[in-house]
């Protein structure tokens, strides 16, 4: 089976006053249909620039410089600025954290759905408008007609995050990527969603790379989990595999962080340090700073090990318990 | 039990915007016009005890920030009373906001926003204490010193702007000057809501140390129920601007009561359970503006009965130190004669 998305060594770099960031690092991973991938990291780790890139939505001063984006097994990379923008909303769409950036506030919703789906397939008003309907009626809106008519401001927030959601389904795109799309609703909003979502890969095999800082949202809803750290993926692998058995200090130390999984009142293990500037990276592993295991030999660049198809950019991986 | 040093007794605060002059005349046409009022706070009483720390949960929209502030004395309540060892907390006219609003500090989500860009951290430290006259003015630097080394910096620290921070580094500066006035109760208001989780866990390392050091008494809110059952001795559960379930923390998790308590902690996703289903809340929070009659959780509840639309549970006794509102609890959902 082909994967629904085949990222190659995606690389992205900046150009700063402080010199080439290199935000994305040579990443690689795969989706299949149906699936759903948690790309976990903390803020600066580059989960969303990968995000980003992917749908070749990097500004200057940023540019990826290398790497291959296939999705259907077409590369995105290859495709003329015409051709992307087809590909766009149409094989491949983006959820982003806040709805209002993805909604037109002086549009009806219904207005700009309908727009959306006339832009990539020609059709009459009114079967855009009932296409619409039936998208908004798959992420579990009531009474869709009528939320057709409402402007962005009148609906909640998660609603709207729904509203953003369905137009990202408009045209059964073979990928979604979802960027922290949760985080700044409520737990009870969010579980609905996340129901949805968990749904949605099952009955229509979009495949999706949720992008989010939650470990706890990705190991209830994610099959397979990628570790992003600095901007490169540390560790690769199932969501059983990662949360259960993390095999690269740094996935460890962040699951150990986690107050649900130690003693009340206990103190918590914690990473020391902070998230490294991605302009004064260290040489070699980038988490070596802060890694209880570190050796001088992870001044140089960390192997990639491969277990049961659980992936390690590490010196030293852990053993599984 | 001792007595409590906090007493928070039937607050309710209201909010209410006037119409504008362009919205009272269209009114006059259409029927609006009218002043809108939120319900923030909805009879809310509470004790704090002597070196607890009381959690407050919910969702946006419950109060529980809207409490934290009426704690801190920054809103005066609409009605009810918060009390510090029998001495109101709120603003009074002429009257004691230089001393006792100072004894209650509060710290706040976003330490990108709650520090002074242009002022060295050193002058934020001191500039409290010195103003009111809390620690004398010879020993204000050696003070800042040793607050900058109990919170995990450098002393050295005190000559940096916020900018040269982390933001990790920045909330342990925001805990720093709250305890610069030595305040006997701390309102944290999603204190590590923003930070990341390696950092997150550093910074309630740090709280639970001062905490044991120093014997403070803290109100804790959050969203985040694995934090606040991981810090936290008791649990208010808050919804829609009323108190809704309080019970000690290790009491709560294991079996909560209130039919919204039970809905929460379903949805809430928690690392390695694996693939599981969430089980949703139906419905979405009720807007403060307009609350729902009788039990403010009555059209989300899959127990509501007629008498939990007509009728405000009240708080009833749920075993040792616990309390709950809730019909179920007290007589049940079914109307009882003579009632409404």
């Not at chain 1, 998305?5 to 770099?13: P, W």
């Not at chain 2, 909010?15 to 939120?38: A, H, I, N, Q």
């Not at chain 2, 010195?130 to 002393?155: N, S, T």
Request: aromatic content about 4%; overall charge positive.
């Amino acid at each position: 089976m082909t994967a629904a998305l085949d990222v190659r060594g995606l690389t992205t770099r900046f150009e700063t006053r402080a010199g080439h960031v290199t935000a994305v690092n040579d990443v690689s991973f795969a989706v299949q249909p149906g699936r759903i991938l948690g790309l976990v990291g903390e803020s600066g780790s580059g989960k969303s620039v990968t995000g980003f890139s992917i749908l070749g939505l990097i500004d200057a001063p940023g540019k990826v410089t290398a790497g291959a984006v296939l999705v259907d097994g077409v590369d995105l990379r290859q495709l003329s600025d015409d051709d992307l923008r087809k590909m766009r909303g149409r094989k491949v769409s983006m959820v982003f954290q806040d709805p209002m950036m993805t909604l037109n506030p002086v549009l009806r919703v219904g207005d700009q759905m309908a727009m959306a789906v006339r832009v990539h397939r020609p059709m009459s008003k009114s079967a855009a408008f009932e296409h619409a309907r039936k998208a908004l009626e798959v992420v579990g809106i009531p009474s869709p007609a009528e939320r057709l008519l409402a402007y962005p401001h009148q609906l909640s927030g998660g609603m709207r995050q729904r509203v953003a959601i369905a137009m990202a389904l408009l045209h059964s795109p073979s990928v979604i990527i979802a960027d922290e799309a949760t985080t700044a609703l409520d737990v009870s909003i969010q579980g609905q969603i996340l129901a949805e979502v968990r749904g949605l890969a099952d009955t229509t095999g979009t495949a999706i790379v949720w992008i989010t800082h939650d470990l706890a949202v990705v190991s209830s809803l994610a099959d397979d989990i990628c570790v992003m750290y600095a901007g490169q993926i540390v560790e690769r692998g199932t969501a059983e595999q990662v949360i259960d058995g993390p095999r690269h200090p740094y996935t460890r130390g962040l699951l150990d962080s986690i107050p649900a999984r130690h003693e009340p009142g206990r103190k918590l293990p914690q990473i020391p340090g902070s998230t490294p500037q991605l302009s004064h990276l260290p040489s070699g592993c980038p988490f070596r700073p802060r890694c209880p295991l570190a050796t001088e030999l992870c001044t140089t660049e960390p192997p990639l090990d491969i277990r049961d198809g659980q992936a390690v950019l590490c010196h030293y991986p852990l053993e599984r318990a | 039990m001792t007595n409590p040093i906090l007493n928070i007794d039937a607050v309710s605060k209201r909010f209410t915007r006037m119409p504008s002059l362009t919205e009272r005349l269209v009114g006059k046409f259409t029927g609006g016009g009218k002043p809108v009022t939120v319900h923030a706070l909805s009879d809310v009483s509470l004790q704090v005890f002597k070196g607890e720390v009381l959690g407050i949960v919910g969702e946006s929209g419950c109060g529980k920030s809207t409490l934290g502030r009426v704690v801190a004395g920054i809103h005066a309540p609409s009605s009810g009373s918060v009390t510090l060892h029998r001495m109101p907390v709120a603003r009074q006219r002429g009257g004691n906001i230089h001393k006792l609003t100072t004894r209650v500090q509060m710290i706040h989500q976003d330490p990108f926003a709650s520090l002074n860009p242009r002022m060295k951290v050193g002058e934020t430290l001191a500039e409290g204490p010195r103003h009111h006259g809390i620690i004398p003015a010879a020993d204000v630097q050696a003070a800042i010193r040793d607050l900058l080394r109990k919170v995990g910096l450098e002393a050295a620290y005190a000559d940096r702007l916020p900018h040269q921070f982390s933001g990790g580094q920045r909330q342990r500066v925001a805990i720093a000057r709250a305890l610069a006035m030595q305040p006997e109760v701390l309102v944290l208001d999603e204190a590590v809501a923003s930070l990341d989780v390696s950092i997150q866990a550093q910074v309630l390392n740090l709280f639970m140390d001062l905490r044991h050091d120093l014997g403070l008494t803290a109100l804790f809110i959050s969203h985040d129920l694995s934090v606040v059952r991981h810090v936290c001795d008791r649990v208010a559960i808050m919804y829609l601007g009323r108190l809704v379930e309080l019970a000690p923390a290790d009491q709560l998790y294991a079996d909560p009561k209130h039919p919204y308590t039970q809905a929460l902690f379903a949805s809430v996703p928690t690392v390695g359970t694996g693939r599981r289903r969430f089980e949703a809340i139906r419905g979405e929070i009720p807007s403060p503006i307009d609350p729902p009659p009788g039990c403010p959780f009555h059209p989300r509840c899959p127990h509501a009965g007629p008498r939990c639309r007509v009728e405000v549970p009240g708080l009833t006794g749920a075993g040792p130190g616990r309390t709950v509102a809730c019909h179920l609890n007290d007589g049940g959902v079914q109307m009882t004669k003579g009632a409404a």
